[in-house]
């Protein structure tokens, strides 16, 4: 089955600046790749996906890019604000397959 | 919309104890599908559902069984307990066809002594 890495596991930084995360995947079949925001003792919330005919999308302060030929997949935050604190998770998922695979999540701290 | 509730919030449960946890949604999604959280491991796909009447096993089956009589309902079964299934569960939903984005519930926190 399909196996997803993510890095780092914690991620500190100052307010305003910018933070990335990134995930691997091992199945090239895999074409979704969502992301979610886990806010202490909630349900996961998407934030953001894409899917693999697309290398780049973006929406707001939240951007997520792809690169199939390396099978890895990055979100980038800029301007960073406190209440992005939260943990996230990629995942990866084949069309029409109601498998998704995820990362083992990163904490990020958003400091003022 | 309610959209997907689960019940109970938390549960303790004694080992070789059984019990569902329940999961209901009112999207009318075809997809639904079980995970748990444990930390430090991510999301770990339990069972899923593509339909009524269709279930199929996701990364971690062994010790929970479901079943799908309806399109709004996907209870999860635990058959005997076992500490190692203490964890948080959530239950999530989705459209068919196209991955969609999944909708998760608020989650059930289970503690197995």
């Known amino acids: 089955g399909e196996n997803v890495e993510q890095h780092p596991s914690t991620l500190s930084v100052q307010e305003g600046d910018s933070a990335v995360i990134k995930c691997t995947y091992s199945d090239s079949a895999s074409n979704y790749f969502p992301w979610y925001k886990q806010e202490l003792g909630k349900r996961p919330q998407l934030i953001i996906d894409i899917r693999s005919n697309v290398g780049e999308k973006k929406d707001q302060r939240i951007a997520v890019t792809l690169n199939k030929t390396a099978k890895h997949f990055s979100l980038h935050i800029t301007e960073t604000q406190p209440e992005d604190s939260a943990v996230y998770f990629c995942a990866a998922s084949i069309d029409n397959f109601n498998k998704f695979y995820f990362g083992s999540g990163t904490k990020l701290n958003v400091k003022p | 919309n309610a959209g997907v509730t689960q019940t109970p919030k938390f549960q303790v449960l004694k080992t070789g104890q059984s019990m569902t946890l329940q999961c209901a949604q009112d999207m009318n999604h075809e997809y639904m599908s079980w995970y748990r959280q444990d930390p430090g491991m991510g999301l770990r796909l339990i069972h899923y559902?593509?339909?009524?009447?269709?279930?199929d096993q996701g990364e971690v089956p062994n010790g929970y069984n479901v079943s799908r009589s309806t399109t709004e309902d996907f209870p999860l079964r635990l058959l005997s307990a076992a500490p190692s299934q203490t964890s948080v569960y959530f239950c999530?939903?989705?459209?068919?066809?196209?991955?969609?984005?999944?909708?998760f519930g608020p989650g059930t926190r289970l503690t197995v002594t």
């Open positions: 999530a939903s989705s459209y068919s066809g196209t991955a969609y984005e999944q909708y």
């Open positions: 559902s593509v339909g009524a009447g269709i279930t």
